[in-house]
């Protein structure tokens, strides 16, 4: 689950339009990691409320792909558990923006790519889908100086080259080669703030992880069960508390080395 994360981080630094295949990764190790965090926490729930017991296989199916979903199920733990704060996002802010991203990808926007071999399928291009989201995240961070400062440097570039054509863009439309410069260069300097938009998301999930173990922990030793059950999950995912400069800066979160 922390290795889904960590790796996602690293990938997503890496990304770039110009070469849409780099983006299919980072998508597929965060929806993954999304979904196993949240399961974690519904199990560690589930145990607490059942005197140990784990849900079935059958149970754990029934949550489907649905990121949002588990995420509606966590918040309402964490509501349960006094820990509900303003760092729970709700439907129309950004971050729950990007958690519905990811969830639509779970749930078949990862087969994008073989779901063009298949006659009949249809299903949107996830870049597409993201180019809007990340768009959002240029709005949120990226001061409005250094956007005019950055489409200076677009009108530059193109004068320079000569550079007056049409192209197709990250949005997937035909636009002016000016407009497509300045779109790539604005999408590449806020894949930090991409970063530190999905640890706001993680944050909350630290303390959630926190209480429940300790719950666990404290079944196992009123039944005087040695070994315990669960580990403390909240050792594998120290960078959740990340602070926002770290998260915008730091590139290679491989070398971290948490998680499993």
């Known amino acids: 689950m922390a290795n889904a994360f960590l790796t996602g981080f690293y990938l997503f630094n890496r990304t770039t339009f110009d070469r849409p295949g780099t983006f299919y990764s980072s998508f597929f190790e965060f929806s993954t990691g999304f979904e196993r965090l949240m399961k974690i926490v519904i199990i560690l729930d589930h145990k607490i409320k059942n005197n140990l017991a784990s849900p079935t296989d059958k149970q754990l199916r029934s949550l489907g792909h649905s990121i949002t979903e588990c995420y509606a199920v966590c918040r309402a733990i964490a509501a349960e558990k006094n820990l509900l704060s303003e ?51 240029v709005d949120a961070y990226l001061p409005l100086a250094k956007r005019e400062a950055v489409m200076q440097l677009a009108r530059d570039h193109c004068d320079r080259h000569k550079l007056y054509g049409w192209e197709r863009g990250p949005s997937g439309q035909y636009e002016l080669t000016i407009d497509v410069t300045y779109q790539l260069e604005v999408l590449r300097r806020t894949r930090g703030h991409g970063v530190w938009t999905i640890l706001k998301i993680l944050n909350p999930f630290y303390d959630l992880l926190d209480q429940l173990c300790d719950e666990v922990h404290q079944i196992e030793m009123s039944k005087k069960i040695d070994m315990a059950t669960v580990p403390y999950m909240k050792e594998f995912v120290p960078f959740f508390l990340c602070d926002k400069r770290t998260a915008v800066r730091r590139k290679d979160w491989l070398s971290l080395g948490f998680g499993v």
């Open 87 to 137: 760092e729970w996002f709700s439907d129309g802010s950004l971050e729950y923006s990007v958690l519905a991203f990811f969830s639509d990808f779970a749930q078949g926007s990862r087969y994008y790519n073989l779901n063009q071999l298949v006659q009949g399928r249809e299903t949107d291009d996830p870049l597409k889908q993201w180019y809007k989201v990340q768009m959002a995240i």
